[in-house]
């Protein structure tokens, strides 16, 4: 079966740094595009960034863009966010996803991890 398992979060200060990851295991992760999305209390899921399936390609929202870097290592089946200058705002559960679509769509990712929250203190 399925499954993604995202690490990493944490409560940090305003300026500080994380690193998410995600491990998946039951599919050929190599093939897949990776996403991250974030959901804030009262808040519509958002996306965050996305990576093409070989690494070579990625995108990222407006408001991260600069301050996040995704990534991802095939060898190990894992996938990175970066965050630096985290924000209050930044505040929220971190979603990764794998998708056969290279988009920042929630809808094209069939598989989801569990979440890893990140706050952000002022």
Do not use: H
Not at 13 to 34: E, K, P
Not at 66 to 75: E, K, L, M, V
């Amino acid at each position: 079966q399925v499954q993604l398992v995202e690490s990493g979060g944490g409560l940090v200060q305003t300026g500080d740094s994380l690193r998410l990851s995600c491990t998946a295991s039951g599919l050929t992760f190599s093939i897949y595009a990776m996403g991250w999305f974030r959901q804030a209390p009262g808040k519509e899921r958002e996306s965050v960034a996305a990576i093409i399936w070989s690494g070579d390609e990625a995108m990222y929202d407006d408001s991260v863009q600069g301050r996040f870097t995704i990534s991802r290592d095939n060898a190990n089946d894992t996938g990175y966010l970066e965050m630096t200058s985290l924000k209050p705002e930044d505040t929220a559960i971190y979603y990764c996803a794998l998708g056969r679509t290279f988009r920042m769509l929630a809808y094209e990712y069939p598989y989801w991890g569990q979440g890893t929250q990140v706050t952000v203190a002022s």
